[in-house]
């Protein structure tokens, strides 16, 4: 081999040797000689190879065995099963090289990285299911033969068999047919011939080196777990090897991959009888040797492998109890009580400090939950055991001292994985047995609301989190509803506690507490917000207002070291804010409850303050998108609270624009500066402007149609929507403004979308001008809005709209004409789609009015969607769009359309059909064909044998019919097509696909 090359890899490579190293590597693999080369190199007594080059060679050896090696032995297989293969050179040549260089390895004085000793046993590993067992039977005992070698051949030989495991066993790699049927002969081959030698070879190694190399023994014993799936049972569960693992257990260097071996061992397929023979035997042996004696001090590594045998113990039972399920409940009972037995130690296990430890049994937990469930009756036994899992959850889910809350780590996110499995443990306990949960979880929300001012935040927020998740069981979610209709239940009794205890007479002892205390306070009030609903709950309505505003409008950010736990942070701030606005929502009907004077106070002093707060550290140059979520959540939520309560209309009205003053204002100053500054700073400009405008479209959420819009006040005859009218009569001045500010106008699009649904015709008389100010964009997005927002307006006011749609439809087709050759991929299938669906809208709301006093430049569009097109959802909305087109002025249209419906639908008919993307095995392309066909029929029945005339004689001959038998399409397929015109719509939508097939060729 060339050694410039190779002397290469023993420095740090850089782009230029990179190359060349790789494409040597490509010119020797490519070489019929290049492996002999690499096993020549690797064959050397010298030691003046460096680990690199080493492994460069193992890989071209390796690229051999897996294409020309494999290829050449399948290829004399299939020429003669009785062939000699010992006459085969290359045969020869591998075989002596692979058991000399495992000879030179085993003695050598220097031993081989383990990358190197890996490799070369995956080759080994390869050679193997190649060659065994025809060509080299011996392969496993020759490799016996080596252990006399020593260590380095034990280690050597104990690699190459797990290697051959992952080739032959391992379910997680996919496998042909033939590598599957190859496997199995494998398998078959070895236990009829050598599996005696080898599991005799595994004991005598594990006895061996014991004292001497625990590394090996722990190596031998993942090979035996590897093993264990598809040999024999009995050649490892005996009293030689038993024996063996329960002295490693006592090892601190063997008893873990101890562990995992009897894990593998105990998970092994059988009979369930034997399976559980087998646990409780070796549980038996376990726990008399004392292994499951273990204290809090253990190291956690073992303890949780220890945990893993015991987890895979009780899964294992519950496997079995669940097969023995087709014999009846009596015989069951055998394998619930070894089961049973060993839930006192599972529970250990679980209340185990560490949480990795605990987690390691939580399957067998969940699987005896399961088994519960199928039991008709529980037991004393069972709910002694349920208790006792219950307390063990209740303290493992607690937030441990060290939670760091300002820095989650690796520490933090993975206790807060733990404790989603501890959730969904409670919520199956609870589905099992609601009424011993709601008994324990009322006393633990008990006992820590009423003791709140001594109990530590860790114990209230366990509270509420259980409260919580008391919601996820459907049995509990029906109390719920129950509870809110009739009352009296343990669940509506804990939250009444809780609310009692943490906002109490307005002084809000919320406020005070630590913030995941509030945030989860919060979570169970909106969980439950139909409780509220009735009195007496709808009383504690201002105190929950008052808990809300108050731990919002106490969050500081300024100064982090002014901040407390109390302080929420920015990520629990924005939850609070999305739960306050649902809370709202759900009781507006009940917020009549507080007095006049509060609600004045809440609206002005509390509400609008946090609206105003929020949207001044929005419109901060380096705020989040977050935070404008924030700010959306709380004007919808003051605006609901304002129209919603006990003050009156004109009261009402002074408060939304008290809530709304500065965003106009500052809606005014950017309007001023765009117009007076020279060079204007239009990106700060733009979001101010943008914010003014989405603060009135997230404030008109709060009214759910137009009449609640048009409400007015015996004192008050100025109805809310006037200030929404006189907002858009302000932004709507862009108009006359050069400049373009694209967040003001997506801004102002949303606005319209709301007033249209709320102001319903009043919007209308500002569209002219909306219009113009929103065609200033002309990107794809912007034109796409645009046509989505007219739409809307079609589909709403239909007639109404018509003056507008004469005036305004021209310009917005020329800007979407233009822009679309400009276009391409997504962008461009938007923007037509969005033009489509107007056209659709209009043709469906019978709208044709606005059509027919156009130039037909607006149908090429359409054409040329339903003939070029690659996209068929589009296609088909444009052949609906024809269809409709016909069916409207097929017999009294305008009058150019009788020669824009022979010169362009029809030819679009087939056009598009014909096309090599138009692939008629798509479902989606054959609905858009199913469109083109129903479009021909209704030509057909709206013009009758004038459409067969013309296509008879005048475009069929002339169409570009792409057949191998016939071009131009001859007379007698002519009249098959015509005649099939004639049929029902079913049967020509039959015809047209296959007239399109053979068409296509």
């Not at 040549?93 to 070369?120: C, G, H, P, T, V």
């Not at 692939?919 to 021909?936: F, G, K």
């Amino acid at each position: 081999m060339n050694r410039n090359i190779l002397n290469l890899l023993e420095t740090p490579l850089v782009q230029g040797n990179l190359a060349q190293v790789n494409f040597y590597f490509e010119e020797i693999i490519g070489s019929d000689t290049g492996w002999q080369l690499a096993i020549t190199e690797l064959r050397r007594k010298e030691d003046d190879l460096s680990d690199q080059s080493k492994f460069f060679c193992w890989r071209v050896v390796e690229h051999f065995v897996k294409t020309r090696y494999t290829q050449m032995a399948m290829r004399d297989q299939e020429i003669n099963d009785e062939i000699n293969f010992l006459s085969d050179t290359r045969f020869l040549l591998m075989r002596n090289f692979l058991l000399q260089w495992l000879n030179d390895m085993s003695i050598s004085a220097k031993e081989e990285s383990s990358f190197l000793r890996n490799k070369a046993a995956q080759v080994f590993s390869l050679v193997f299911i190649v060659d065994f067992p025809r060509r080299w039977q011996s392969f496993l005992v020759d490799f016996l033969q080596t252990l006399k070698l020593g260590p380095k051949a034990v280690d050597f030989y104990l690699r190459v068999l797990k290697a051959i495991d992952s080739e032959v066993v391992d379910r997680e790699i996919p496998h042909s047919k033939e590598e599957a049927d190859r496997n199995t002969l494998i398998k078959d081959t070895i236990r009829e011939t050598c599996i005696n030698d080898l599991v005799n070879s595994w004991y005598q190694i594990c006895v061996l080196y014991e004292m001497s190399d625990s590394k090996l023994v722990s190596e031998c014993l993942d090979v035996i777990g590897a093993y264990i799936s598809w040999i024999d049972i009995s050649l490892i569960a005996n009293e030689r090897f038993v024996t063996l693992f329960i002295r490693f257990m006592k090892d601190q260097h063997l008893r873990e991959p101890d562990c995992d071996c009897l894990c593998e061992v105990v998970a092994k397929g059988m009979d369930s009888s034997a399976k559980v023979k087998l646990i409780e035997s070796l549980y038996s042996l376990l726990h008399g040797a004392g292994v499951f004696l273990i204290d809090n001090e253990e190291d956690s590594d073992y303890l949780c492998k220890l945990g893993k045998l015991i987890n895979t113990m009780g899964v294992q039972l519950a496997v079995s109890w669940t097969r023995h399920g087709i014999y009846g409940l009596e015989n069951k009972l055998p394998i619930m009580d070894p089961l049973e037995n060993k839930l006192p130690i599972i529970s250990t296990f679980f209340g185990n400090r560490d949480d990795n430890v605990s987690a390691s049994v939580l399957e067998c937990i969940n699987e005896y939950i399961i088994i519960l469930k199928q039991k008709y009756l529980l037991s004393s036994v069972d709910r002694q055991n349920l208790e006792s899992l219950i307390s063990i959850n209740f303290e493992k889910m607690k937030y441990d001292r060290s939670y760091n809350f300002e820095n989650d780590g690796d520490e933090e996110a993975q206790f807060l994985e733990f404790r989603i499995q501890l959730k969904k443990l409670y919520v199956n306990i609870a589905s099992l047995d609601k009424n011993l949960i709601l008994s324990r979880t009322q006393q633990l929300v008990t006992s820590t609301w009423e003791n709140r001012q001594t109990c530590e935040f860790q114990d209230a927020e366990l509270a509420l989190t259980c409260l919580y998740e008391l919601g996820e069981p459907a049995e509990v979610r029906a109390m719920v509803i129950i509870a809110a209709t009739y009352g009296g239940s343990a669940l509506e009794d804990m939250v009444r506690t809780m609310v009692k205890f943490g906002v109490t007479g307005g002084i809000s002892p919320i406020c005070d507490m630590h913030h995941v205390v509030q945030l989860q306070f919060f979570e169970v009030v909106v969980r439950y917000d139909k409780l509220f609903l009735r009195e007496p709950y709808s009383n504690y309505i201002p105190d929950l207002m008052l808990a809300f505003l108050g731990v919002l409008n106490g969050s500081n950010y300024e100064d982090k070291q002014e901040r407390t736990e109390s302080h929420l942070p920015r990520e629990a701030r924005s939850r609070v804010c999305y739960l306050l606005s649902q809370f709202v929502r759900a009781v507006k009907a009940c917020l009549s409850v507080i007095p006049s004077d509060l609600y004045h106070e809440l609206s002005l002093s509390e509400f609008c303050f946090l609206a105003h707060k929020l949207r001044e550290e929005f419109l901060d140059i380096n705020s989040s998108l977050r935070l404008s979520t924030d700010v959306r959540y709380i004007y919808e939520a003051t605006t609901t609270f304002i129209i919603n309560g006990s003050l009156d209309h004109r009261i009402q009205i002074v408060m939304m624009d008290f809530l709304l003053n500065h965003d106009m204002d500052a809606f005014k100053t950017v309007l001023d500066q765009v117009q007076r500054e020279a060079e204007p700073d239009i990106v700060a400009l733009d979001k101010v402007a943008a914010h003014s405008v989405n603060a009135f479209t997230w404030c008109s959420e709060a009214f759910s149609n137009r009449l609640e819009m048009r409400v007015v006040g015996p004192e008050c005859e100025t109805p809310h929507s006037a200030l929404f009218v006189q907002a858009l009569e302000i932004f709507v001045k862009f108009a006359e403004i050069p400049t373009v500010l694209p967040e003001f106008q997506r801004a102002l699009r949303r606005y319209c979308h709301r007033l249209a649904f709320c102001l319903d015709k009043d919007i209308l008389q500002f569209m002219p001008a909306i219009s113009k100010t929103l065609l200033r964009s002309r990107d794809a997005t912007s034109l796409s809005e645009n046509w989505f927002l007219i739409n809307q307006m079609t589909s709403k006011f239909k007639e109404d709209i018509i003056p507008f749609l004469k005036v305004e439809f021209q310009p917005m087709i020329r800007a979407t004409v233009a822009a679309l050759p400009n276009l391409v991929g997504g962008q461009e299938i938007q923007l037509q789609r969005s033009y489509f669906s107007f056209i659709a809208a209009v043709c469906e709301n019978h709208l044709v009015e606005v059509l027919s006093s156009q130039d037909t430049n607006f149908m090429q569009p359409i054409i040329q969607g339903a003939t070029e097109l690659n996209d068929p959802m589009a296609q088909k909305d444009c052949y609906s769009i024809l269809k409709k087109l016909v069916e409207l002025w097929g017999n009294n249209g305008p009058p150019d359309f009788d020669e824009f419906l022979y010169n362009q639908i029809v030819p679009a008919c087939f056009k598009g059909p014909l096309r090599e993307t138009f692939d008629l095995s798509d479902a989606q392309t054959v609905v858009a064909l199913n469109e083109a066909s129903a479009c021909l029929k209704l030509i057909y029945d709206q013009r009758g044998e004038e459409a067969v005339t013309f296509l008879q004689s005048q475009y069929l001959p002339r169409l570009d019919f792409r057949s191998n038998y016939f071009r131009p399409m001859p007379a007698p397929k002519i009249l098959e097509f015509c005649q099939a015109l004639r049929m029902e719509a079913k049967l020509f939508k039959q015809f047209l696909k296959a007239f399109f097939l053979e068409g296509k060729g």
